[in-house]
């Protein structure tokens, strides 16, 4: 565990506290930093987020739910990244001409290398932020659309229900692919041939 999510000193934590914390720290780092680089444009922003993410979940570990603490992580992460949006839409005006130098270092997307990843942004970013929101918890943060619901507030019906609207009027953008592509497309639906879990 990194100085990210060292525990609040002015707790007096319980010995089983922190190793059950770390136990979350360590299963969810990898999980909680894939979320805040695909949302943020400078690898340096999500290594801020993810701190955050981990401080923020340490001070309400106690209504942490059991079982797998992903979902909660992500639900967490959200409304950091909904701070982090608001302050960065103020550094925008602010910064430009420092943004722009620091862009060319960004570290590129892993999927960058997939050929049609141009294409899947461009088609993601014409959709509401509610639908391209919910495919990109389920098709690449690897949630439920159950657990997705908790992330985001809703109803599992009501996410159920949403995610298909979404995958259509995705479809409906993506239009004609040649036949052969949808390396990604097919990662942003897998499940559409099975049960909504």
């Not at 801020?48 to 001070?59: H, I, K, N, Q, Y």
């Not at 509610?130 to 657990?147: A, F, I, Q």
């Amino acid at each position: 565990m990194t100085g990210s999510a060292v525990p609040d000193p002015a707790r007096d934590p319980a010995p089983d506290d922190v190793q059950r914390f770390r136990a979350l720290y360590d299963a969810n780092f990898t999980a909680v930093l894939g979320y805040a680089l695909r949302r943020v444009e400078q690898p340096a922003d999500a290594a801020d987020v993810v701190s955050e993410v981990f401080l923020v979940a340490w001070r309400r570990y106690d209504e942490a739910p059991p079982g797998d603490g992903r979902p909660w992580l992500f639900g967490i992460a959200r409304h950091v990244l909904s701070n982090y949006h608001r302050s960065a839409r103020r550094r925008q005006r602010l910064g430009g001409r420092l943004r722009d130098t620091l862009r060319r270092d960004v570290v590129p997307d892993p999927a960058i290398e997939i050929a049609e990843w141009d294409r899947v942004r461009r088609t993601l970013l014409r959709l509401s932020p509610d639908d391209r929101e919910l495919l990109m918890l389920v098709g690449w943060d690897g949630l439920t659309p159950t657990e997705a619901a908790g992330v985001i507030g809703i109803a599992p019906g009501t996410a159920r229900m949403r995610l298909a609207r979404a995958r259509e009027r995705f479809r409906a953008l993506w239009g004609d692919a040649p036949e052969g592509t949808g390396h990604v497309v097919g990662v942003l639906f897998p499940l559409a041939g099975g049960a909504p879990r």
